[in-house]
């Protein structure tokens, strides 16, 4: 079955720095949707692609569906951006499959 | 726009018991997930509707998982004689369409505790 590989699982940056998630996966996907789960719980959308980029803010997310991967960027992180994020392709039978997510503490 | 409504936020069951699971999708959205997510397996499918009708059940227990959407307005998760194993979120989420290319919404889920 349709598989993601999201790494790192953990990540910490200190304020103003930024890094990358990545999502890696088994099959070809038609697309790939970020979310982020707030204090709630709720999974917030922040992207989907069908391909290319798309940018927000401090945020920006990449999508190849033939080399079978997406990328998260966060620039100039902040305190309320830590919060666990998870990648999700849409793969066969039009359905979402997630990735493990990555947990992310940004530190004064 | 209230977003998905999902009730009860949190649900506790003894062994063998029964529980309903309720999701108000968004208005005019025509397709409704259900997803679980536990620590160890995370994120996983569930079953999904598209206009009210059943579209794919692959990720359902087949024995003691039902789902239903008997109108627009709502979809239920029912889980007959419920085991510990089945303690998890339960999430439901919708969108307006489902071809691969649309953005999903996710509920805040129910938190389904079975003693």
């Known amino acids: 079955g349709d598989q993601v590989e999201q790494s790192p699982s953990a990540l910490s940056l200190h304020e103003g720095t930024g890094s990358a998630l990545r999502c890696n996966f088994t099959?070809?996907?038609?697309?790939v949707q970020w979310f982020r789960k707030n204090s709630r719980g709720s999974l917030i959308n922040l992207f989907y692609?069908?391909?290319g980029t798309k940018e927000n803010g401090r945020l920006k997310s990449a999508f190849d569906s033939k080399e079978r991967y997406s990328t998260l960027h966060i620039r100039d992180a902040q305190l309320e951006d830590s919060g666990t994020y998870f990648c999700?392709?849409?793969?066969?039978?039009?359905?979402?499959?997630f990735g493990a997510g990555t947990r992310l503490a940004v530190c004064p | 726009n209230a977003g998905v409504i999902q009730t009860p936020r949190h649900k506790v069951t003894g062994k063998g018991q029964e529980a309903t699971l309720w999701c108000e999708p968004i208005?005019?959205?025509?397709?409704v997930f259900w997803y679980r997510q536990t620590i160890v397996q995370g994120l996983e499918f569930l079953t999904y509707?598209?206009?009210?009708?059943?579209?794919?059940d692959s990720g359902m227990p087949k024995e003691r998982f039902s789902a239903q959407m008997p109108n627009q307005s709502h979809s239920t998760l029912k889980i007959q004689s419920t085991q510990p194993q089945d303690s998890a979120v339960y999430l439901c989420?919708?969108?307006?369409?489902?071809?691969?290319?649309?953005?999903?919404?996710f509920g805040s889920g129910t938190r389904l505790t079975v003693l």
């Open positions: 208005s005019g959205h025509s397709a």
């Open positions: 999700a392709g849409s793969g066969s039978f039009n359905k979402l499959t």
């Open positions: 099959t070809t996907m038609r697309a």
């Open positions: 509707f598209r206009n009210q009708a059943p579209i794919d």
């Open positions: 989420a919708s969108s307006l369409d489902w071809g691969g290319a649309e953005t999903l919404y």
């Open positions: 692609l069908a391909s």
